[in-house]
């Protein structure tokens, strides 16, 4: 490995550490070098992440749940907190973000970022992205949650004419200051994890004048005038790539990789990018790599995988409507052998929870014991529930992850075992 690709190698493991929120645990870090130079692949100081989910958009106002689209926004367009390495919010937009009645939540802007064209960011860019993002217009299907705050209706919207006048849980206190109250009160780490994450700020000054029509079509965030991120997109293909180059004055310094692309790829493909060098690293979250490929993968000289602590998990929902007999839920948890799951399709490269919190997170309860596999008292809650098999579930999975697709297969053939008929139907992500 020459001095090049060991530098490399040592951002990108650093890069990973702020960014992982993987369920597989698995990172990988190619050292391999590179023959082609095309303009997604240039060897110039670049770094090629490889996904398997579209892009789908660099507008921050149609931000959706992928953490495709959320890494490829803020690259450029940074949020009001985000999660370091040890799950602790530190400051982006927001250099400090409080409340005293966990009501109202006070957002004082960070004065030591400009955006990229020298300007300052200021509460009115906050207040400006925020009416917009939540607008009907926008129509951003993300922002049902804002309807605790007063002034937003049921489904989270405000009209596309709002102002900060007619938003009475608004409020602009100074030049860098402005809060918003709820109706209902919240912890405030829900606030920062659920609001302050997802508000990705744009430029008032740049902005200010396109129509809500205009803002959700426009091309300009494609490659953007200016930015207050690490990168700025200068080319992008949705359904392949996007392209960055650094931002030189960016406010915690000059990023050393001078180059980003985001190349989207088959996760049969991630195998053989990896052998060659077209793809430098990976993340479970943002490319999903087929089970059988993840030995041939580890073996590589090249490659060095990474185990992160598990952050994220994988989560089945059941419809409450149509599965109203809490022992027929019941059933269902008991019939799906979680071990055999782990242990066939990861590696054993995980763990086992019940909710939404892995053992990573600081608020993890461990007096929490998860539903053990009984198939046997599975068979009993169901026949104490005179369930029958008149209406097969449906079981419905994203189709842009193969792994998850085989694990929906055996959890439908162990729900049979035990008496309950269901089928799955794949969908991409967005249909889902």
């Known amino acids: 490995m020459n001095a090049k690709q060991r530098r490399i190698v040592r951002i990108v493991c650093i890069v990973i550490a702020v960014v992982m929120v993987g369920s597989l645990f698995l990172s990988l870090v190619s050292c391999g070098d590179q023959e082609e130079t095309d303009p997604e692949t240039d060897t110039d100081n670049i770094v ?48 400090e973000i409080t409340t005293e009645d966990n009501l109202t939540f006070t957002i004082k802007v960070n004065s030591e970022i400009k955006w990229s064209d020298g300007e300052a960011i200021t509460a009115d860019d906050v207040i400006f992205t925020l009416l917009k993002l939540t607008s009907e217009g926008i129509g951003n299907v993300s922002m049902g949650l804002y309807s605790i705050f007063d002034g937003w209706n049921e489904s989270g919207y405000l009209p596309d004419d709002a102002t900060l006048e007619s938003a009475p849980g608004l409020n602009k206190i100074d030049d860098m200051t402005l809060s918003l109250t709820a109706s209902v009160p919240m912890p405030l780490t829900s606030f920062l994890n659920t609001y302050a994450r997802y508000l990705h700020v744009i430029p008032e000054h740049k902005l200010g004048d396109m129509e809500i029509s205009d803002l959700k079509v426009t091309d300009w965030f494609n490659t953007p005038e200016v930015i207050s991120g690490a990168y700025r997109c200068y080319e992008v293909n949705f359904d392949h790539f996007a392209s960055y180059e650094a931002n030189p004055d960016y406010y915690l310094g000059a990023p050393q990789i001078e180059k980003l692309n985001i190349k989207v790829v088959q996760g049969n493909q991630l195998l053989p ?19 059988e490929d993840h030995e041939g993968i580890t ?8 185990y992160a602590a598990p952050v994220t998990n994988q989560l089945l929902f059941v419809n409450t409507e149509t599965i109203p007999d809490v022992r027929v839920r019941q059933a269902i948890n008991k019939a799906i052998n979680r071990p055999q799951i782990l ?4 590696n054993g490269n995980g763990e086992i929870i019940d909710g939404f919190i892995t053992s990573y997170s600081p608020f993890y309860d461990e007096s929490v014991i998860p539903v053990a596999y009984d198939p046997d008292e599975a068979e009993a809650l169901l026949e104490a529930a005179e369930w029958t ?9 994203n189709s842009g992850d193969p792994t998850f697709v085989k694990a929906a297969n055996v959890v439908v053939e162990q729900l049979r075992e035990v008496g309950i008929e269901a089928s799955v139907t794949t969908l991409d992500i967005n249909s889902l």
């Open 48 to 95: 090629n992440i490889g996904v398997t989910n579209v892009i789908g958009s660099l507008n921050p106002l149609l931000l959706d749940a992928t953490e495709v689209n959320k890494y490829a926004i803020s690259l450029g367009f940074l949020p009001l907190v985000d999660l370091n390495k040890d799950l602790e919010f530190v400051p982006q937009i927001a250099s």
């Open 343 to 346: 242990d066939g399709f990861l």
């Open 273 to 291: 990018a990896l052998r060659t060098g077209e793809v430098d690293f990976i993340q479970p979250t943002m490319a999903s790599i087929p089970d």
């Open 299 to 306: 073996a590589l000289d090249n490659v060095e995988p990474v």
């Open 389 to 397: 098999q008149d209406n097969p579930l449906a079981f419905k999975i």
